[in-house]
């Protein structure tokens, strides 16, 4: 097969607006594409994959029904947050689970066994690459200014923290999700502003993460993706979006910032530390123009970013899966 | 009987921000791959929420636990 029929593999739900951004892209540069959704197998998508004794390297079939893809014909890969391997309600209950952890076992490490595939991003990379502790080390590692920030369970060491940052703090959660409060729609706890005189014993119930609140001019969604690296900026018009502008979309205005020199080396120095080339960052940038890392969302969002700002990240998602860039 | 105690941080708890993205008219081109209105526009091109929350209409956003899920890791 020749390298531009090799096709390109998008793994993603079928209703993601980022992924049909990127299939847009690969459809307009005539490159193959195989786009399916994890859920799907193994109902609709048929996998046979096999290991010869001496030559490294799985050879077999993807099957959609309505597309073929060899394995070893496979050019990149974009993993898009699919959905779970849907095993068939005819399979009881503790079958059904041990059938679904056999089924994504084996689509995602067949995938990942593929040798000279690109990938955006690998996901076993993107769990290593997506806590925060580690994060604020390697960021600064790379050169890039964090927060002061303090992790603890206990209430005196964070009494401690603020009377040595002795300016406002946030809290903020160490690890994200939901939280299902009630019945109905699971919470979230967002960043936001804690005053000291409020801490206790509570505290020590599990860890805390506190911050240094950092005054910002604007923030950045700062998305890197094969060597390329877009600043969409988030100007916000009330303190609860100033906080955390997830938590008041309403009150965002969208633009676009040119990303200093030394913030693009130092981000993808980031990257490579962790071995994937995307990122979705989030900076502030102070009063005084300078840029503070607050996170990296290794398979963050971005599709909202190119439709309000215009700039061009699923057409550079393209140009790596294609292998147009390094 | 023991005190119930909620974590500090978790105090702040509150409904996430969704902002969800219209599918009215969207339908699934399997050819293409993508997801486009009846006149054969692409879904994507049209005006989209701006959340980090809903973007994939799954309620997922940046902040959740495993938006990368990787159940095989």
């Known amino acids: 097969m020749t390298a531009a029929a090799r096709p390109v593999l998008i793994v993603a739900e079928q209703l993601d607006a980022a992924a049909d951004m990127v299939v847009d892209q690969l459809n307009q540069r005539d490159v193959p594409v195989m786009r399916f959704d994890a859920a799907t197998f193994p109902q609709q998508l048929t996998l046979s994959a096999g290991h010869a004794s001496a030559e490294p390297g799985w050879t077999g079939v993807l099957d959609d029904g309505r597309r073929t893809t060899r394995l070893e014909d496979v050019r990149a890969v974009y993993w898009r947050r699919p959905g779970r391997s849907t095993i068939a309600d005819t399979v009881p209950k503790p079958y059904a689970a041990w059938a679904q952890n056999q089924a994504d076992a084996a689509l995602l490490n067949l995938l990942a066994a593929l040798p000279g595939v690109r990938w955006i991003n690998n996901p076993h990379h993107d769990r290593i690459a997506a806590h925060k502790p580690q994060q604020l080390t390697a960021a600064t590692r790379c050169g890039l200014r964090v927060p002061r920030s303090l992790i603890t369970n206990d209430p005196a060491a964070a009494r401690a923290f603020a009377k040595q940052v002795d300016a406002p703090l946030i809290c903020k959660p160490v690890l994200g999700g939901r939280l299902p409060v009630d019945e109905g729609r699971a919470l979230m706890v967002a960043t936001h502003h804690v005053d ?17 609140a950092i005054g910002k001019a604007h923030e950045v969604r700062l998305v890197a993706v094969g060597g390329r690296v877009f600043g969409g900026t988030l100007h916000t018009t009330s303190e609860q979006a100033r906080t955390d502008w997830r938590t008041d979309y309403e009150h965002i205005e ?23 080339v995307f ?27 190119e439709n309000r700002t215009g700039l061009p990240i699923a057409a550079a998602h393209a140009e790596y899966l294609q292998g147009g860039t390094e | ?10 105090r702040a708890a509150a409904p996430p921000c969704l902002v969800t993205t219209s599918i009215e008219g969207v339908t699934w081109n399997s050819e293409r791959q993508l997801n486009e209105y009846a006149d054969g526009t692409p879904w994507h091109t049209g005006d989209m929420a701006a959340s980090t929350t809903d973007t994939n209409l799954d309620g997922q956003g940046d902040d959740v636990s495993d938006p990368y899920y990787a159940p095989a890791s």
């Open chain 2, 1 to 10: 009987m023991t005190t119930a105690t909620t974590p500090f941080a978790a």
């Open chain 1, 279 to 305: 990122g979705a960052f989030d900076f502030a940038v102070t009063p005084d123009g300078e840029w503070v890392f607050f996170e990296n969302n290794p398979a963050g969002t971005w599709a909202w970013v």
């Open chain 1, 254 to 276: 969208h633009g676009t910032t040119p990303v200093p020199d030394h913030i693009v080396h130092s981000v993808r120095r980031f990257l490579a530390y962790y071995g994937i």
């Open chain 1, 196 to 212: 000291p005189e409020e801490f206790d014993d509570s505290i020590r119930s599990t860890a805390h993460y506190f911050q240094e």
